[in-house]
């Protein structure tokens, strides 16, 4: 079923995950960069939100924008945070750049009675065929960056990533993935979704 259309081309993933998050609620954004999502559950969900951000650059602008953003690293600094400090944590566009995305997921589960996460799907039918043909690390609209100067250190596949929530004890609530300008929920992330999806976002939950 087609649940959005004409979002913004470069991060239609924030819309969707605006979507998910219940109006009113405790968020922490990891890897907020300069706020967008931030700036988005404020206005449409009236949220209590907090970012954490790796780049000063990034806190700078955030705090500009009146938003309360601190500098941290996931891999590191996530341990700080209180069991159940927030409603939703989220991560968006960032587990991939993460050093270990398992522990990562592991806090975020850990600190959040819900947990978002959107990222890139390596497992799509175009960077298959780019590989295939050419050879060479494909290059897409959301997996925008040369082999050597990538921040994706840990690519992933949706069925990648299902196989990490269920090592985790992680239930997946709600799944939706993007093809081209068009997102489709899904209930299962299985072979036909991990083919066509060019990104994918996550609503997960704790198993009880």
Same mark, same amino acid.
């Given at each position: 079923?087609?649940?959005?259309?004409?979002? =913004?081309?470069? &991060?239609?993933?924030?819309?969707?995950?605006?979507?998910?998050?219940?109006?009113?609620?405790?968020?922490?954004?990891?890897?907020?960069?300069?706020?967008?999502?931030?700036?988005?559950?404020?206005?449409?969900?009236?949220?209590?939100? &907090?970012?954490?951000?790796?780049?000063?650059?990034? @806190?700078? /602008?955030?705090?500009?924008?009146?938003?309360? @953003? @601190?500098?941290?690293?996931?891999?590191?600094?996530?341990?700080?945070?209180?069991?159940?400090?927030?409603?939703?944590?989220?991560?968006?566009?960032?587990?991939?750049?993460? !050093?270990?995305?398992?522990?990562?997921? !592991?806090?975020?589960? &850990?600190?959040?009675?819900?947990?978002?996460?959107?990222?890139?799907?390596?497992?799509?039918? !175009?960077?298959?065929?780019?590989?295939?043909?050419?050879?060479?690390?494909?290059?897409?609209?959301?997996?925008?960056?040369?082999?050597?100067?990538?921040?994706?250190?840990?690519?992933?596949?949706?069925?990648?990533?299902?196989?990490?929530?269920?090592?985790?004890?992680?239930?997946?609530?709600? =799944?939706?993935?993007?093809?081209?300008?068009? /997102?489709?929920?899904?209930?299962?992330?299985?072979?036909?979704?991990?083919?066509?999806?060019?990104?994918?976002?996550?609503?997960?939950? !704790?198993?009880?």
């Amino acid at each position: 079923m087609s649940t959005q259309n004409g979002l =913004a081309e470069a &991060r239609i993933d924030l819309d969707l995950i605006a979507e998910m998050i219940a109006p009113g609620s405790r968020v922490l954004d990891v890897g907020c960069g300069d706020g967008d999502l931030l700036a988005l559950l404020q206005s449409k969900r009236n949220v209590d939100g &907090r970012g954490v951000e790796l780049s000063q650059e990034g @806190v700078n /602008a955030s705090v500009t924008r009146g938003l309360a @953003v @601190v500098q941290g690293d996931a891999d590191t600094d996530l341990a700080d945070y209180p069991d159940d400090a927030f409603d939703y944590v989220i991560l968006s566009q960032t587990i991939q750049a993460t !050093r270990n995305p398992k522990e990562v997921l !592991r806090s975020m589960k &850990r600190i959040g009675r819900r947990v978002v996460v959107s990222f890139p799907n390596f497992g799509n039918w !175009r960077v298959r065929l780019k590989l295939l043909f050419n050879g060479r690390m494909p290059e897409t609209r959301s997996l925008g960056h040369s082999w050597y100067d990538t921040p994706n250190i840990h690519l992933c596949t949706l069925l990648d990533f299902a196989a990490l929530c269920n090592d985790l004890d992680i239930e997946i609530e709600d =799944a939706v993935i993007l093809t081209g300008k068009k /997102a489709w929920r899904i209930s299962d992330p299985g072979l036909l979704a991990n083919l066509f999806a060019s990104e994918a976002v996550f609503l997960l939950t !704790r198993r009880s």
